[in-house]
């Protein structure tokens, strides 16, 4: 389908950021959306980038992919084509407009911490918090079958 064409051409795209080396991708997950009416299912997933860009700019850059796959931001929380999201940079913390390092949701959603686990199972966010304790807190989803990219 299109949710799978859009991963597919996402991480494509992730794979050709300038500065950049995209080192792994989780197995998709499908969730329930979050936002306002009803909407479908979303496939998600992480990926691990090594860069040398700036946060500022991998989002700029994020933001950039999303256009090219005719993301609009219509509604905040609305139906949303490709949603890509700057999670962690490292341990670094950024506190700027626009720009919240750690995601600031990142601990509240299983979508996002189960595949983050997949990659990095040893990972401790900036806080000390071990990502395993954080995932024990949250309901499980199993991973997404059939070919993805």
């Known amino acids: 389908g299109w949710s799978r064409l859009r991963l597919r051409r996402a991480v494509a795209a ?3 950021l300038p500065q950049s080396c995209l080192l792994a991708h989780s197995p998709w997950y499908r969730s329930a959306a979050i936002g306002p009416g009803i909407q479908p299912d979303y496939l998600n997933g992480v990926v ?3 860069t040398t860009l700036r946060p500022r700019q991998l989002l700029r850059w994020l933001q950039r992919i999303e256009r090219t796959q005719r993301r609009r931001r219509r509604r905040v929380w609305g139906p949303r084509t490709l949603d890509l999201d700057l999670l962690l940079y490292g341990q670094h913390q950024v506190r700027q407009a626009g720009l919240s390092i750690p995601h600031p949701q990142l601990g509240n959603r299983n979508f996002v911490v189960q595949p983050l686990c997949v990659l990095a199972p040893q990972l401790r966010l900036p806080s000390g918090l071990a990502l395993l304790e954080l995932a ?4 499980a989803l199993l991973p997404e079958r059939g070919h993805l990219p």
């Open 14 to 16: 992730l794979r050709h």
């Open 48 to 50: 691990a980038l090594h």
């Open 136 to 139: 024990s807190r949250l309901p």
